[in-house]
């Protein structure tokens, strides 16, 4: 079974806010977009840019540092192949968000395009 993590109230990612969690060395960077709660690896699959200040353009996150794309969903690229960034299953549970980061899911994108 995996571990459910808090990461805060859900009052304190309203949609369109972004935070950054710290939990057990890792930098994780969680969004409410639309009222939907995603995480993601704050480290870009390419050089290792910190991703939390990207720009999102719906679900795409645009690395600060050259500009490749990734869906906070799925943690792929737009079209096939490209790079993945590892994502986790965040949920609201009664008010509070609770991530699991035994359930990262890198590597998805060869069987699936972004919805873009
Ligand atoms: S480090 Fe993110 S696109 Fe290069």
Redesign the pocket.
């Known amino acids: 079974m995996s571990r459910q993590i808090p990461v805060g109230s859900a009052d304190e990612l309203a949609p369109g806010q972004r935070k950054l969690a710290f939990i057990d060395g890792r930098s994780i960077a969680l969004f409410n977009i639309e009222g939907e709660y995603y995480a993601v690896e704050n480290s ?6 910190s ?1 939390a200040g990207g720009q999102l353009e719906g679900r795409l996150l645009r ?6 794309r990734f869906d906070v969903a799925t943690g792929c690229m737009p079209g096939k192949g490209g790079l993945n960034l590892a994502t986790f299953p965040i949920r609201n549970v009664t008010g509070r968000l609770e991530l699991s980061l035994d359930d990262a899911q890198p590597g998805q994108c060869h069987s699936q395009q972004c919805g873009t």
């Open positions: 870009c699959p390419h050089n290792g840019a991703l690395c600060p540092a050259h500009g490749l």
